[in-house]
């Protein structure tokens, strides 16, 4: 099955240094199947990450990539798209990267509606770090900053982008990657702020703190607890797959550009 996407990695970087049952190799795949679908020249894809599990992503990948500093992916990236408009830019994040030290980022990337493609990889713990909980930790889980259970409500955070501008918002799990392979071709072909968040699983900081066995258990929690629209099964900890919001907004970058015209007209 790798041999079919080998082209679009830098094999000399691997092995990879994710754990053993980790999702993000399975995401990752995911995602460079869709640009394979899309046919989109490697030399005109910039990966852009912060720091963490999922931010070592574009160490692997033959585009043009740029690994930043903690919860700084989305500023990098929205300098190169107003530079560089034709470019295709995706940017990785963690929960912890995107809705922690980078969540004012996010919440501006979203009101801009610069044309970003966002994934955010939800493991719910920063798992690089130590295990501590993020602001995606779900209520009562345990991590090293919460061992008798977090206390915190999690940010909602497409809900979080849409109420801040976002014009695309959608999630799948790493056990859906098909589905995620879609959403992130349709996340690209938004004209606008997109963000796709992708459930996976952490099998040694979260899943060992909380009670799930092996990976292939936490695989099937995300088959159990997803459901599409219309479709909830009923357990008190299910979440929504698939397009989860769409509509329509000017983007930054072509609205930058109107100015620019318009001022060189005045200025004649």
């Known amino acids: 099955m790798f041999n079919d996407i080998a082209q679009y990695f830098r094999t000399d970087t691997l092995p990879h240094i994710w754990c053993p049952g980790c999702g993000i190799g399975t995401i990752t795949a995911a995602i460079v199947r869709a640009i394979k679908t899309l046919q989109l020249d490697q030399n005109k894809v910039i990966f852009v990450s912060g720091i963490g599990c999922s931010s070592r992503m574009p160490g ?47 919440i501006h990337a979203s009101r801009r509606n610069i044309d970003l493609t966002a994934i955010v990889i939800n493991n719910s713990i920063y798992g690089m770090t130590g295990g501590q909980t993020s602001p995606l930790t779900p209520h009562d889980k345990r991590g090293t900053t919460s061992p008798f259970g977090n206390l915190e409500r999690p940010f909602q955070v497409l809900e979080l982008a849409k109420a801040a501008g976002a014009t695309y918002g959608a999630r799948a799990t790493a056990f859906h990657n098909q589905l995620l392979t879609k959403l992130v071709i349709d996340a690209y072909n938004n004209p606008g702020f997109s963000l796709v968040e992708a459930i996976s699983q952490c099998p040694v900081s979260y899943g060992r703190r909380n009670k799930f066995k092996t990976p292939a258990d936490m695989l099937l929690w995300q088959k159990e607890h997803a459901y599409k629209a219309g479709q909830r099964i009923g357990h008190e900890d299910d979440f929504e797959i698939g397009e989860i919001f769409r509509s329509e907004a000017p983007e930054y970058t072509k609205e930058y550009d109107k100015l620019r015209q318009k001022l060189k007209e005045v200025s004649r």
Not at 83 to 88: G, N, S, T
Not at 89 to 105: E, L, P, Q, R
């Open 60 to 106: 692997y990948l033959d585009f043009n990539t740029i690994h930043t500093t903690h919860g700084r992916a989305l500023p990098f990236a929205t300098g190169i798209k107003a530079a560089r408009p034709e470019l295709d830019v995706f940017v990785i994040m963690g929960d912890g990267d995107s809705t922690a030290i980078g969540g004012n980022h996010l």
